[in-house]
């Protein structure tokens, strides 16, 4: 499993051959978690938590039980970036059953300090995750609820796509309307209309827990969807200069 976390992390590199020996060395304890446990609570400091099964939801909880959720995570994402120097201001919550690895907070300290190029592309990993929740934020501040629900069907459904771990238009996405309506800033009652909507109109479909698209062409287009605001930031010097065959 440590592969997954060196290729996961490698998006955002490329790392050096001593960081990627430290990182296969590494302890890493696995824990799963059911649908809607907290797989790590707000206040938490990073343990490079790689979700490496299942979906998850990055939530903040207001005072008065209300949430807001602004992002999704897929398998090979580290979870808890947020927590690399700080305690996590969200919680991050298992969307459908879920299997997460997780290092130590002192290896991944030892590490840190050791490694700059390791730091660098965590940095970039946190840079890839702000733009991914800045377009979350233009989501919800700018364009309809059926464009809102086009562009979260779309970047489920792609990223999910770019693991291979969907095709032919369908797509694991255990959501109930409550999560979605706390993703998109919606009630529940407008989101049932929004699904029925993107169903009538032959667009996607929404029903235990799998996600199916029947145009993707025209779903995008409502959306807005880009998928270049999701592919990991990089360094363009270091990807100038690995070798052609890389």
Same mark, same amino acid.
């Given at each position: ?8 992390? %490698? ?9 990627? %020996? ?21 206040? +938490?400091?990073? =343990?490079?938590?790689?979700? +490496? ?46 299997? /997460? ?79 979605? +309506?706390? +993703? ?6 407008? /989101?049932?209309? /929004? ?25 995008? =287009? ?12 990089? %360094? ?11």
């Amino acid at each position: 499993m440590n592969r997954l976390l060196i290729a996961s992390l %490698d998006r955002f590199g490329p790392l050096r051959d001593s960081v990627r %020996d430290d990182l296969m060395t590494c302890s890493q304890e696995a824990a799963r978690f059911e649908p809607g446990q907290v797989i790590v609570p707000a206040g +938490a400091r990073s =343990r490079l938590s790689l979700l +490496a099964r299942g979906l998850a939801v990055k939530q903040q909880v207001l005072s008065d039980g209300g949430r807001q959720i602004f992002g999704v995570a897929t398998p090979g994402d580290v979870v808890d970036l947020g927590g690399l120097y700080v305690g996590l201001d969200h919680e991050v919550r298992a969307l459908g059953a879920c299997e /997460v690895r997780m290092t130590t907070a002192h290896e991944l300290r030892t590490m840190l300090r050791a490694h700059p190029n390791l730091l660098a592309a965590l940095c970039r990993a946190v840079l890839t995750e702000a733009q991914h929740q800045r377009n979350w934020m233009v989501g919800l501040g700018r364009r309809t609820a059926l464009a809102r629900a086009a562009n979260l069907f779309c970047e489920v459904y792609w990223r999910q796509t770019a693991l291979r771990l969907a095709g032919d238009g369908k797509c694991d996405f255990p959501a109930v309307q409550a999560d979605i +309506a706390d +993703a998109l800033g919606l009630s529940v009652v407008h /989101v049932h209309r /929004v699904l029925r909507t993107l169903r009538d109109d032959g667009l996607a479909t929404l029903r235990n827990g799998v996600l199916k698209i029947s145009d993707w062409d025209a779903l995008a =287009r409502l959306g807005g969807f880009d998928p270049e605001r999701l592919r990991p930031q990089q %360094d363009p010097s270091d990807i100038a200069s690995r070798p052609a065959s890389a």
